[in-house]
Every structure is written in structure tokens, then in C-alpha cells.
């Protein structure tokens, strides 16, 4: 069992930055990709990076060239780096753990939410 909690959103202006913690307990997180994905209102879920177990990354387009994931192992904690905020990057942002072989993310945080507005 992996049990993970967001933290670090907030409300920012277009421009700031954020940096978003995931923390795990229960279970080492280097042995899991982790996914940080984000829901805006109406909307639904969408991933928006994810860093595997061989720290190989991905971005989805929307958030490529803006937005860092990053893992530190000693904390067994993911974090995401947001930069250049746009108002659209407004949601709930989720993290989210799978043991590589799996097609489907096992462990859910809680969501913290970021707003991004002037």
C-alpha cells in the first residue's frame, strides 16, 4: 500500500511559479511511475507529466517546455515545478503511483488546487 499526499497549491498570478510536493509513505517510490495529473471544473482528469521508474519523463503538450517533475529519493517524494502559470493551468492537481507493469495508476492522492488568476 502506498499512501501519497499533495501539497504546495495555491491561488498565483499568470507568470508565478509553484512547485508542487507528492510525499509516499508506506512503500519505496523509486519502484513506482508517478503520474501528476490535473482536473479543472467541468472538466475531466488529464495527465500532466509523469516520471518512471527509470526517471525517464513525460509532458503532455500542453505543459512542455513550462512544467518539471522530479523525484528525490532520500524524501520519497515527487515533485512538479511549475513555471510560466497560465490561467488554464487552473485545477485540482492529483499525484498519482503504479508499480511499472501496471496499466492503470493504483494510489491516488488527495488533490491540492491551484488557481491561476489576476
Known amino acids: 500500500q502506498v499512501q501519497l499526499v499533495e501539497s504546495g497549491g495555491g491561488l498565483v498570478q499568470p507568470g508565478e511559479s509553484l512547485k508542487l510536493s507528492c510525499a509516499a509513505s508506506?512503500?519505496?517510490?523509486?519502484?513506482?511511475?508517478v503520474g501528476w495529473f490535473r482536473q479543472a471544473p467541468g472538466k475531466g482528469r488529464s495527465v500532466v507529466a509523469i516520471?518512471?521508474?527509470?526517471?525517464?519523463?513525460y509532458y503532455d503538450d500542453s505543459v512542455k517546455g513550462r512544467f518539471t517533475v522530479s523525484g528525490d529519493n532520500a524524501k520519497n517524494t515527487v515533485y512538479l515545478q511549475m513555471n510560466s502559470l497560465k490561467p488554464e493551468d487552473t485545477a485540482v492537481y492529483y499525484c498519482?503511483?503504479?508499480?511499472?507493469?501496471?496499466?492503470?495508476?493504483?494510489?491516488w492522492g488527495q488533490g491540492t488546487q491551484v488557481t491561476v488568476s489576476s
Open positions: 498519482a503511483a503504479k508499480p511499472p507493469t501496471f496499466a492503470n495508476y493504483e494510489y
Open positions: 516520471i518512471y521508474t527509470g526517471r525517464s519523463t
Open positions: 508506506g512503500r519505496t517510490f523509486s519502484n513506482y511511475d
